[in-house]
DNA sequence: ATAGGGTTAG
């Protein structure tokens, strides 16, 4: 009955039927424990967690004769529990008592060996499981599948090459590997593995899946292959809210933000409802448009609708109406939710004051920030630096970046070079210039601004020998351009075109 | 009876 509510993710109905089950004095075992600790951590009750693998323990140890089901709930309780000495240490035990490990025992342990980061390790116990003659087992492998995913770290390779040997020796894979292998291969955006293993997929007559299938729009977007996603997509017997958005942040962050929205009421027609991450991507999509009116609409229907908002939606409206040059209105949207410890939260409130010049307000939210007991990191600094930048307080600017509890990165420096630029302090620009070059030599910003901080100071053989320089590197501008809604529409300016139809109604003085 | 999965802001 527990195992019941634990299948059907009833968390709270589990742990009571476990309580009433030892008010009645019945004898729980090992596993009715591990039962629990599943329940407890799936509920984020961490100190409840605690308590019950301690109970799980003492009624472990009283067991006499314990077969190796008992022996894996308790090992994989304490890898649940990211116990992972005390996983060893029983497994160790569980060899000297004569027990013969199963895959489980194996995979259990490889998801320790990711969960420590010890790779070498993995290694070690992966030679093991030959030796035990299981290495073809599905269940050992997508373990190990698992662990090469976790540890990351240019893995990859050895990830695909594990998984190419499999299957080229016959060896198992299911749908959960196989979902594994489909994220690893979004992250590195590696297209042709992409297409291998949806033909595996194919092979495998996994193709009518819904989570496999999502996992493949996600990786042909995160590839850059909307035309794949799409094609995909369409053929989708079955799609969820998980699917609909990831196609809808696929269009969204390949530059088609219209489709993103026209995708969105298509999911409406079709009486799909969204959940908190579809909002933060559409919102997304209204700022990338500068589309004021979309993104208030959106923010109008979620509020009719009574959705709850979390940090991570006030964000993105904050976002939204800082791009769109609504500081106010970001404002009255963040103090809603700044009762949140939430960093990015703080920092995307930062930022907006940042991009429209209001040094003082950012530096006093900053303030405010510390003293709440947050922890600021480099986005913070990147903000308040170009907010002090926009309003010329250069010399507070260089303090901040001093003071900074880590060394600053490209992102900070930008953001001094670019106030060095706007206030004309050409030694400070130089300087920055050049301690940036020395971290990303194939940037053309920097070599525009500092360009442009030559010309200003009229220093012309030094702006010959940049823009040489940038011509021997094979390096290119590339367009600024700002967005402007008009009525229902959004029109985009590129820097120097003034080709646009709305630059005669601009001169004409019509509309403003 | 014991393991494992897909989407989001800066």
Same mark, same amino acid.
């Given at each position: 009955m ?8 009833r968390?709270p109905?589990?742990l009571e039927m476990?309580?009433a089950m030892?008010?009645?004095?019945l ?14 951590t799936?509920l ?5 967690g ?5 109970e799980?323990?003492r ?10 089901v008992?022996?894996?709930?308790m ?6 529990a ?6 060893f240490?029983l497994?160790f035990?569980?060899?000297g ?5 199963s895959?489980?025992t194996?995979a259990?342990?490889i998801q320790a060996?990711g969960?420590?980061?010890?790779l070498?390790l993995g290694?070690?116990?992966?030679g093991c499981?030959n030796?035990?003659g ?5 269940l050992?492998?997508t ?6 995913g976790?540890v ?5 390779f050895e990830l ?6 499999l299957?080229?020796?016959?060896g ?7 979902v594994?292998l489909l ?7 590696c297209?042709f ?7 595996c997929?194919l $092979?495998r !007559?996994?193709?009518s @899946?819904?989570?496999?299938l +999502?996992?493949? &729009? /996600?990786?042909?977007v #995160?590839c =850059? ?11 989708m017997q ?10 809808l ?5 390949n530059g088609?933000a219209?489709?993103?929205l026209?995708?969105?009421?298509q999911?409406?027609?079709?009486g799909?409802a969204l959940?908190?991450?579809t909002l933060?991507?559409?919102i997304h ?5 500068g589309?004021l009116?979309?993104g208030?609409?959106?923010?109008a229907?979620l509020? $009719?609708? !009574?959705?709850v908002f @979390?940090?991570?939606?006030? +964000?993105?409206? &904050? /976002?939204?109406y800082? #791009?769109c =040059?609504k500081?106010e209105?970001?404002?009255?949207v963040f103090?809603n939710?700044?009762t949140?410890?939430?960093i990015?939260?703080?920092?995307s409130m930062i ?9 003082r307000q950012?530096?006093g939210?900053?303030d405010r920030?510390?003293?709440e ?6 986005t913070t600094f990147?903000s308040?630096?170009?907010?002090c ?8 600017a260089?303090?901040?970046i001093k003071?900074?509890p ?14 060095c630029r706007?206030h #004309? ?5 130089i300087c920055t ?11 053309p ?10 010309a200003?100071g009229?220093r012309?053989?030094?702006?010959d020998?940049?823009?040489g320089l940038?011509?021997?590197r094979?390096l ?5 351009y700002?967005?402007?809604?008009v009525g229902?529409?959004v029109?985009?300016?590129f ?5 646009h139809?709305f630059?005669?109604?601009l001169?004409?003085?019509d509309?403003?």
């Open positions: 527990i195992g019941g509510y634990l299948r059907n993710e968390y109905e589990a476990y309580e030892r008010s009645h004095s004898r729980t075992d090992s596993c009715t424990c591990t039962f629990e600790l599943k329940a407890c799936s984020s009750d961490f100190e409840t605690m308590e019950i693998i301690d799980a323990r009624l472990f140890d009283e067991m006499p004769p314990k077969d190796v008992c022996w894996n709930s090992i994989g309780g304490y890898v649940g990211c116990d992972f000495d005390k996983a240490d497994f035990k569980m060899w008592c004569g027990i013969r490990p895959p489980i194996m259990s342990l060996c969960g420590i980061g010890n070498e290694k070690c116990i992966h499981v030796g035990l299981m290495g073809c087992d599905i050992f492998n373990s190990l599948v698992d662990m090469y976790y990351q770290n240019g893995l990859y695909f090459d594990l998984f190419f040997r299957v080229s020796s016959g198992g894979f299911d749908s959960v590997t196989m594994s994220q690893g291969c979004a992250q590195i955006a297209l593995t992409g297409k291998v293993l949806h033909g997929v $092979r !007559g996994l193709e @899946n819904l989570i496999v +999502t996992a493949i &729009v /996600d990786l042909y #995160k =850059g292959s909307l035309k794949l996603a799409t094609s995909v997509f369409s053929r079955e799609r969820n809210v998980i699917s609909w958005t990831a196609m942040v696929g269009l969204a962050q088609h219209e489709d993103a026209r995708l969105f009421r999911m409406q027609e079709e799909v959940n908190s991450v933060v991507s559409l999509a209204c700022a990338q448009l589309s009116k979309k208030k609409s959106v923010q229907h509020i $009719r609708c !009574g959705f @979390n940090a991570v939606n006030i +964000t993105s409206l &904050v /976002d939204m800082a #791009k =040059g500081v209105s970001a404002k009255r103090d939710g700044s949140s410890k939430d990015v939260l703080w920092n930022t907006g004051y940042g991009i429209h010049g209001y040094g950012a530096v939210l900053y920030m510390i003293k007991g947050l922890k600021p990191n480099q990147i308040l630096l170009s907010a930048s926009h309003s010329g307080r250069l010399e507070e260089k303090a901040l003071q900074m880590f060394e600053p990165g490209n992102a900070v420096l930008e953001a001094l070079l670019s106030g706007t #004309k302090n050409i030694n400070m620009g210039a050049d301690r940036l070059l020395s971290l990303d030599v194939m940037n910003g920097i070599y525009i601004v500092l360009s442009n901080i030559y200003e009229r012309w053989n030094e702006v020998y940049v823009r940038m011509r021997k094979g290119r501008k590339t367009p600024g700002s967005l402007i809604e229902n529409q029109h985009a300016f820097a120097g075109d003034n080709s139809p630059w005669s109604l001169s004409c003085g509309y403003w």
